[in-house]
């Protein structure tokens, strides 16, 4: 029989074409397929064109192809420069009697990498862009959280100290409370933006997040609709990881509440230990049999300000990847629509570490009174200053202010002080450094340092650490709370 090709100028056609029978070996080979491949007609004629093409699908293409005019694919092959790409335009037709498959080819290499080099390029920019603006709204962030939990230490301590005094009425009372818890709420939105940003001042401590999960349980309860079923399994072991207190229960809080939004019937917490990248990782799983997300919702979950419900500010799962992430582990969330979501939280382990046993309590009563006490108070916000020092006077304290790091370092080296108090970020000298000069001359003397924005944490101010860190906006009963605490563990 006469080759197909004898009734077509297939040589002279100038792209590659080949064509197959329909059982897939080669019945020819034009030059330009010649050269595409770096093959001659002769080595493949006769051969199952999978010799060439490297798709394990090609037999189901073929198969497909009898039933459609043409259709287009990408197949792939190897050459003397490595593996290659082609664009296929794969037909069945009839020839001298019998069906055949021809293919026509255009070498697409070099556009792919360029498609892939553009990909590359635009995912660099936009994580570039992501992260630029991460860092824009930290240093937002920062600067509002300092200027904004400075002005609420005057509206929370004071609100909370004049509702312990005696002599107001109930009604009076109840409005001071409600100040007082608006005030709290707002301190918590700036720390949950703060968290996003990757900012704020972690205090770090080994812990047994599975013992810290059952001591949450009561307050998990009362935080979720009382209609949810909610279900503590704790497996992990005694184990420990690296966090802030504080912040790992902010996690678990937040996970919770969002699952309760979620018109779920019942939430379940469950821990393990697993191995990740190789590491032990103590993991926890907070999952519900709520509504669900679809695939977009999913995309933004973790999106600054981004809530499907209008009465939430959308800061709650943002806050909680910037914790995650901070802590050095990692999080991720399964869901489909009408089938609930699971969040899975990984926190990496100490290996070999022992969570340290709760101080117990020496029974030693808090001095009531500081009655002839010399305390230095720093901070450059004069509602802050005026605020703590109402405060101690009420307890007796003699009290000398100080506006800034050097005013503090200049009463410091003319007075003695049973008591140091100091705000972190000053001007002039940070609390840092009036920390190690008040070390200095004053060896005995206790030291709490305050903040409502400091990206340092523990263990980063050098040699010297303070006696307590208090977090503004505090409470009355917090600021007395550490003061009690730190003249118990130093002595002036």
């Not at 509002?144 to 009372?173: C, K, M, W, Y």
């Not at 301190?187 to 013992?211: C, N, S, W």
Request: hydrophobic content about 45%.
């Amino acid at each position: 029989m006469p080759p197909i090709t004898s009734h077509v100028v297939f040589e002279r056609i100038p792209v590659p074409a080949l064509l197959l029978e329909a059982s897939g070996e080669v019945i020819a080979l034009n030059p330009a397929a010649e050269r595409m491949f770096e093959k001659l007609a002769t080595l493949v004629v006769g051969r199952p064109v999978g010799e060439l093409l490297l798709d394990n699908d090609l037999a189901r293409i073929l198969d497909s192809s009898r039933l459609r005019s043409e259709q287009v694919h990408e197949l792939q092959f190897e050459t003397s420069q490595g593996r290659r790409t082609a664009e296929f335009v794969i037909s069945a037709i009839e020839a001298e009697g019998r069906a055949v498959f021809q293919l026509f080819a255009i070498d697409i290499t070099a556009r792919k990498a360029a498609e892939a080099a553009a990909r590359t390029r635009a995912d660099a920019e936009e994580k570039s862009s992501a992260k630029e603006r991460l860092e824009s709204l930290g240093l937002i962030a920062g600067g509002v959280a300092h200027d904004f939990n400075n002005l609420l230490v005057g509206v929370l301590a004071e609100s909370s100290a004049a509702r312990e005094e005696p002599g107001i009425g109930e009604g009076t009372r109840d409005a001071l409370r409600r100040i007082e818890a608006a005030a709290q709420r707002m301190a918590h939105l700036t720390r949950q933006m703060l968290a996003y940003a990757g900012r704020g001042r972690f205090v770090m401590q080994r812990l047994d997040p599975d013992e810290m999960l059952g001591e949450s349980a009561e307050a998990l309860t009362r935080m979720i609709r009382p209609a949810v079923q909610l279900s503590i399994s704790r497996g992990a072991g005694r184990v420990v990881v690296d966090a802030d207190p504080g912040l790992l229960r902010q996690v678990v809080s937040n996970l919770v509440s969002n699952a309760s939004d979620a018109n779920s019937s019942k939430i379940t917490l469950s821990t393990r230990v697993l191995l990740h990248n190789s590491e032990p990782f103590w993991q926890l799983e907070v999952a519900d049999d709520g509504a669900g997300m679809s695939p977009a919702i999913l995309a933004k979950i973790f999106e600054p300000f981004f809530s499907t419900s209008p009465e939430r500010h959308g800061l709650g799962l943002s806050a909680v990847h910037g914790i995650v992430r901070r802590l050095g582990g990692d999080i991720e969330v399964d869901s489909t629509p009408g089938r609930g979501a699971r969040f899975t939280v990984r926190l990496p382990i100490v290996a070999g570490a022992q969570a340290p046993r709760p101080r117990q309590d020496s029974g030693a009563p808090p001095a009531a009174k500081l009655a002839g006490l010399r305390v230095l108070i720093a901070d450059d916000e004069p509602s802050v200053r005026a605020t703590v020092r109402r405060l101690l006077e009420r307890r007796g304290a003699t009290v000398v202010l100080a506006a800034d790091g050097i005013e503090a370092e200049a009463r410091l080296r003319d007075q003695a002080f049973g008591l140091v108090i100091l705000d972190v970020v000053m001007p002039g000298r940070s609390g840092y450094d009036v920390l190690a000069i008040a070390r200095h001359l004053l060896p005995r003397c206790p030291i709490i340092l305050m903040s409502g924005y400091s990206d340092r944490s523990r263990g980063e101010g050098g040699d010297e650490e303070p006696d307590a860190f208090l977090e503004k906006p505090f409470t009355a009963a917090v600021l007395d709370a550490a003061i009690d605490d730190v003249m118990l563990k130093r002595p002036p």
